[in-house]
């Protein structure tokens, strides 16, 4: 079955830094990969979409890469404040109405 | 903005129980799902529904679940006979339409608390 593994342990990083989180998939190649931001307590909000044929998007200081040899997607977050931090999540679209499938988020701490 | 709304943002009730949680999409879209996050894990798929009927669910999803669109707004999940493990929160999304590369919109959640 369909597996997706990001990084488990939070990442702290210094405000004004770039993040970079990690996310890998098994089996089954997306044609697209999600990216969401989660706060605590709240619902998953939607960041960037990749498809398989591009190398990379942008959306303001939020990049994310896809490397489909790897099997893997990277999201990357430039000069980094405290209003960053959250729990980021990977997902793919499977099945006939494309679920989303979910990593199981990494945590960001962006210290003042 | 629109948004997807869920009410109530928090529900207690005794094993055994029934319990209605309910979610108003975006008046546009045309697909519906439930996911469920039980604390500290991750988000899961229930349930998904298109056209007044499900589409497709999950193993989690068994006879104790059901949902129901019962007007042109309303999406609801019923759970009949809540167990101590359905304690979760319980998140509703739609989207436009149900290709890959649409992005689904979520709700703020429901947290279900059976004790």
């Known amino acids: 079955s369909q597996k997706i593994e990001q990084n488990s342990e939070a990442l702290n990083i210094q405000e004004g830094k770039t993040a970079t989180l990690t996310c890998n998939y098994t089996n089954y190649s997306p044609a697209y990969l999600q990216w969401y931001r989660q706060d605590p307590g709240r619902g998953p909000v939607f960041l960037l979409l990749i498809r398989e044929n591009e190398k990379e998007k942008r959306k303001e200081r939020l990049k994310v890469t896809f490397d489909t040899t790897l099997k893997q997607s990277l999201f990357h977050i430039t000069a980094s404040q405290p209003a960053d931090s959250a729990t980021y999540l990977c997902a793919l679209a499977r099945g006939a109405t494309n679920k989303l499938i979910f990593g199981t988020g990494t945590l960001l701490a962006v210290q003042p | 903005e629109p948004e997807v709304t869920q009410t109530p943002s928090h529900q207690v009730t005794q094993m055994g129980q029934e319990v209605i949680l309910h979610c108003v999409p975006i008046s546009n879209h045309l697909y519906f799902y439930w996911y469920r996050q039980i604390l500290g894990q991750k988000v899961e798929f229930l349930v998904s529904?298109?056209?007044?009927?499900?589409?497709?669910k999950s193993e989690i999803f068994d006879d104790q679940f059901s949902v129901e669109r019962p007007d042109g707004s309303n999406f609801t999940l019923k759970i009949r006979s809540t167990k101590l493990e359905d304690s979760a929160m319980y998140f509703c999304a739609s989207s436009e339409q149900g290709s890959s590369y649409n992005e689904q919109f979520f709700g703020p959640g429901t947290r279900l608390t059976v004790l």
């Open positions: 529904f298109y056209n007044n009927e499900i589409s497709e």
